[in-house]
């Protein structure tokens, strides 16, 4: 069914957005554009009189075009050396913030910091990365002792400056440390219960939300007080007030997970079904603190602890139905990202987000369609569509010969244009091509995310 639905936040807008894109953000350049440039930088950087300029320079177009591994292999002997280019040391702790090993991230962010002490602009851009590196791990109190110039107000960190203790602790039930959590339903977006404080709610699980999303109404009825607020970019490029604030405890099939951050947020419109009465999202911040698995097969979520024994057990549990291991690079809080191909065009860049409820599997912006040769579709807003995060926007579908992440393919499926908005295609510093979602997610058996290894765990149909 298509509802037009697309529930969590896609980034927050704020002064430093630009910084955060390195960048990126204005760039009017295609990915056609982009691929020959790329050619070019290739030959050049292969030449026997390459400089450490050329070089960096191709690694920035690798970057910027989605080949993040790659990237980063070309710039870690590079970056290395005490007398490295400051723009090598900044793109590589860039990579290795993406690709997820975030304490060489740290080193070269405070490399890049000292490089660019008397640059207040530059530097309060590294010291960004370096929060983002210390929020990936919940090392709050690191992070409330960044000190950032007056005027750049980022509520995540100030949300992190209200935490005495650690956020995230973890308390398990006696037993295996392994729970799951039935779906009250599995499409057109899984919805489960859990307990805020005490209070039983219904939530959407969506990954392209960050911490745990509750109704302003029932954040206030819980006593949630907003420590910091920030506009909202969601579906359709529309716009919305958040809030940051924190709980004390959330329970999730009899797992409580203590000081909890939140944001606030008009949720309840996103129920689909009255017998469900939905107030909240959860998605990548409480996936981060597992190794959790979306089992559509048995209409779960299952929750293991975050070790490399767990990551072992659901490689052998899934031995002989393991359908594909595909990589990932986690960006900004919560922004999941990995290789597509669509049609005949491999090698394009999406944001892995299962919050899109309808009937197609992807989301493309217009620079997109155009690559591709898609004619856009109608636009219309349907009457049953609730919208997304900020309203109600204009969404047309169309075919797809296929659509394949990493070898997982499919075909004759159906695209969505509306969701994504010009402005997407270039907001990260590289290029972002479109928003893979549930649609394609729900036809495997499960979907395991392994945040340590950066890969995603597909099982068979």
Do not use: C
Request: avoid cysteine; charge should be neutral.
């Amino acid at each position: 069914m298509w509802r037009g639905l697309r529930t969590a936040v896609l980034t927050w807008i704020l002064g430093v957005r630009a910084l955060l894109a390195q960048a990126g953000g204005q760039d009017s350049r295609s990915r056609t554009d982009l691929l020959r440039e790329l050619a070019l930088a290739e030959r050049a950087a292969a030449a026997p009189a390459a400089t450490d300029a050329i070089r960096v320079a191709h690694a920035r177009l690798l970057y910027q075009a989605g080949e993040f591994w790659r990237a980063r292999d070309l710039l870690q002997a590079l970056a290395a050396g005490a007398s490295a280019p400051v723009e090598a040391v900044e793109l590589a702790a860039r990579l290795e913030f993406l690709t997820g090993d975030y304490q060489a991230a740290d080193h070269l962010f405070d490399r890049a910091m000292a490089a660019h002490e008397g640059t207040p602009s530059k530097r309060v851009g590294a010291m960004v990365g370096k929060f983002l590196s210390l929020y990936q791990r919940n090392r709050f109190q690191d992070i409330g002792a960044l000190q950032f110039p007056a005027g750049v107000q980022i509520p995540n960190v100030t949300l992190a400056r209200q935490f005495d203790q650690a956020p995230y602790q973890i308390d398990w039930p006696a037993g295996p440390r392994r729970i799951e959590i039935p779906f009250k339903a599995t499409d057109p977006l899984p919805q489960l219960g859990i307990e805020v404080n005490g209070v039983p709610l219904n939530v959407l699980f969506d990954t392209g939300g960050d911490i745990l999303i509750l109704d302003d109404e029932v954040a206030r009825s819980l006593g949630v007080v907003p420590v910091a607020t920030a506009k909202g970019e969601f579906g359709g490029g529309l716009s919305g007030a958040i809030g940051f604030g924190k709980v004390d405890r959330m329970t999730v099939g009899g797992v409580t997970i203590r000081q909890v951050p939140v944001m606030t947020m008009p949720a309840r419109r996103f129920t689909m079904n009255p017998a469900i009465p939905i107030s909240g999202i959860v998605g990548t911040a409480l996936m981060r603190q597992f190794l959790g698995t979306v089992d559509y097969r048995r209409g779960s979520l299952v929750l293991r602890e975050r070790t490399s024994a767990s990551a072992e057990a659901v490689r052998r549990e899934l031995a002989g139905r393991l359908a594909a291991e595909v990589p990932f690079v986690l960006d900004a809080t919560h922004q999941m990202y990995a290789r597509v191909g669509v049609d005949d065009r491999d090698g394009l860049t999406f944001f892995i987000d299962s919050g899109l409820a309808m009937d197609a599997v992807v989301a493309l912006p217009p620079q997109t369609l155009e690559y591709l040769g898609i004619p856009k579709p109608k636009m219309e807003i349907p009457k049953e569509s609730v919208g997304g995060g900020g309203g109600k926007f204009a969404s047309g579908l169309f075919p797809l010969r296929s659509v394949a992440l990493g070898p997982l393919r499919q075909t004759g499926v159906r695209g969505e244009a509306g969701a994504l908005a010009v402005s997407t295609y270039w907001a990260k510093g590289f290029i972002a091509d479109g928003l893979l979602s549930h649609g394609f997610l729900r036809r495997y058996g499960s979907w395991t995310i392994d945040f340590d290894a950066m890969t995603y765990l597909f099982e068979t149909p």
